[in-house]
C-alpha cells in the first residue's frame, strides 16, 4: 500500500476528545477504502467494515428508525463480530446507496459519540449536496484526493524522498540529484495519482500495465454518467467531459460554453458542471479581478478554467503518448504546459490549498495561480522546462509590486530577489520555502 498523508489526519480524528462521526470524501478509486481498511489494521484492534452498495441488506437496518443501539446490534449480528466502542472502528463504505445511514450519523454523534464511525464513498459529494436536512455540525470531514507527488516518490525511491525533506536552505541541489528527481517527477506526470496505477507500476515497472489502469478507471467514470447522473444531463456529461483537454490545448484556456456544443450556454451546461464537480472530477479555477484579500470578493465566476482531478488521467483522455514526456527535454511543448499547471494544481490542494485562482490583466498578461499565504497574496508562475521567461509575472510585478513570487519550474532551486524558484519536484515543500525565504 502506498503511504498516505491523510493517515496523520485520522490519526488526529481518533485521539480527539471532540470526536464525532467521520465523512471521508474523495473522488472515485483515489484509494478511500483502503486507506481506512489500513487506519483500523494499524490503529484499532478490530474493524467493522460494512459495504453499502455490495450488500443491499444493510439498506434494510436503517429503515425502521435512526437508533444507535439497535444500529449496533443488528450490524453486529450481520457482520458477526461484537462492535466494542473502546477498540472497533466502525467503516460504512459506499454509503452514498443509502441516506438514512448518512442521516444516522447525527445520532450517533449525539448519543453514541464513544464510536469510532467512518462513513465514505464514490459520489458522496452528490449524495450531500442533494440531501435534504443534513446536520450541520454533527460530523467531522476529511478529504482524500489522488495521491501527491511525494506519496508517489516516498514509494518509488524512499531515500531520495527522506533527502530532499532535509533540504532548508536555497543552495543548489546537485546536478545528479535535479536528474533523478526529473526523471521521478516525469514518471508521476505520465501516471498520475491514482493508488491502483501507481501500484500496478511500481509492482510491474511496465507504464503499458499502468496505462490500461488508467482507461479502467475512465471508463468505470463514464459508467457512472450513465448510471448515477439525471437522464437530461448524462449527454451534456459526456460533452463536457471529453471537451476539458481540448479547452485546455487553446492558447486561451478559458471554459467556453460553446466549445462544448456549438451554441451552448451556461443555463444549459451548469448542472452538468456542476454534477462533475460534486463528483470530484474535475476542479474549478476563476480568475480573481484583484488579487486582494479576501481573494473570494475578487472572483470573476463567468471567467474560469477546468482541470483535472489527476493529472495522469488528464495525460490519458488528451491522448498524450508516455514517449513524448519521458523522452522530451521540453516537455510539452506541444500541450503548452497544460498538464504541468494541472500537475501544480493537484499537488497545491493536495497541500491543503482550497481557494486558488488564477489572474488576467485584459489581454496582455496571464497568471497561472494566485493563492493566499497568511497574510499575502502570491503570485505563482508555472513553466514546464528551463525556460523561464515570464512576462506575465514582471507585468503583475510593476503593477501590484508583490512582496514575494513563486516560480515552479525545472530550474534548480533559488531564490533571485523577490522571486523563489522552486522546482516542480520539490512543490510540497513549497510553505516551507516560503517560510525560511525571509519573504514574509
Known amino acids: 500500500m502506498i503511504e498516505r498523508n491523510l493517515m496523520n489526519d485520522l490519526l488526529l480524528w481518533k485521539k480527539s476528545n471532540n470526536r464525532k462521526p467521520l465523512i471521508l470524501k474523495g473522488v472515485r478509486q483515489c484509494g478511500k477504502t483502503c486507506l481506512l481498511q489500513e487506519f483500523g489494521k494499524r490503529y484499532f484492534e478490530n474493524t467493522a467494515y460494512f459495504n453499502f452498495e455490495r450488500n443491499e441488506q444493510l439498506n434494510s437496518v436503517f429503515e425502521k428508525d435512526s437508533d444507535p443501539n439497535r444500529i449496533i446490534m443488528e450490524l453486529s449480528l450481520l457482520g458477526r463480530q461484537k462492535i466494542n466502542p473502546q477498540n472497533t472502528l466502525i467503516i460504512f463504505d459506499e454509503v452514498q446507496t443509502c441516506p438514512k445511514a448518512i442521516n444516522s450519523l447525527k445520532y450517533f454523534c449525539e448519543e453514541k459519540p464513544e464510536y469510532a464511525l467512518v462513513a465514505a464513498g464514490s459520489l458522496l459529494g452528490i449524495t450531500l449536496a442533494g440531501e435534504v436536512g443534513f446536520p450541520v ?5 476529511l478529504e482524500l484526493h489522488p495521491c501527491s507527488f511525494d506519496e508517489f516518490l516516498n514509494s518509488s525511491n524512499q531515500q531520495l524522498k527522506q533527502y530532499i525533506q532535509n533540504i532548508d536552505n536555497f543552495n543548489n541541489i546537485s546536478s545528479a540529484i535535479c536528474n533523478e528527481l526529473a526523471e521521478q517527477f516525469k514518471q508521476y506526470l505520465c501516471l498520475g495519482g491514482m493508488p491502483e496505477v501507481l501500484s500496478t507500476f511500481l509492482q510491474t515497472k511496465d507504464f503499458m500495465a499502468a496505462e490500461k489502469v488508467q482507461d479502467e478507471i475512465l471508463k468505470s467514470y463514464e459508467l457512472d454518467f450513465s448510471k448515477h447522473a439525471p437522464k437530461n444531463d448524462i449527454v451534456k ?4 467531459w471529453k471537451s476539458i483537454p481540448l479547452q485546455l490545448a487553446r492558447e486561451n484556456a478559458k471554459f467556453m460554453y460553446g466549445e462544448v456544443k456549438s451554441g451552448a450556454r451556461a443555463r444549459d451546461l451548469e448542472d452538468a458542471l456542476r454534477w462533475l464537480l460534486e463528483a470530484g472530477l474535475i476542479h474549478k479555477i ?9 481573494l473570494a470578493a475578487y472572483e470573476d465566476r463567468k471567467c474560469f478554467k477546468l482541470y483535472l482531478a489527476d493529472t495522469g488521467l488528464l495525460r490519458r483522455l488528451a491522448n498524450i503518448p ?16 497544460r498538464l504541468v499547471e494541472n500537475y501544480v494544481l493537484q499537488n497545491l490542494i493536495a497541500c491543503g490549498k482550497k481557494e486558488i485562482f488564477y489572474w488576467t490583466s485584459g489581454n496582455t498578461a496571464e497568471l497561472d495561480f494566485v493563492i493566499q499565504h497568511k497574510n499575502q497574496i502570491i503570485p505563482v508562475e508555472v513553466k514546464s522546462g528551463l525556460n523561464v521567461r515570464a512576462r506575465s509575472l514582471k507585468v503583475y510585478k510593476e503593477k501590484y509590486q508583490p512582496e514575494s513570487a513563486i516560480r515552479f519550474s525545472m530550474q534548480n532551486l533559488k531564490r533571485d530577489d523577490y522571486l523563489l524558484n522552486i522546482p516542480l519536484y520539490l512543490l510540497f515543500q513549497y510553505e516551507k520555502f516560503v517560510e525560511n525565504s525571509n519573504f514574509l
Request: aromatic share 12%.
Open 237 to 240: 456529461l459526456f460533452l463536457l
Open 322 to 337: 508516455i514517449e513524448s514526456i519521458l523522452l522530451d527535454d521540453d516537455i510539452f511543448k506541444e500541450y503548452k504546459g
Open 286 to 294: 476563476s480568475r480573481v479581478e484583484k488579487p486582494s484579500i479576501p
Open 137 to 141: 455540525g454533527k460530523v467531522n470531514f
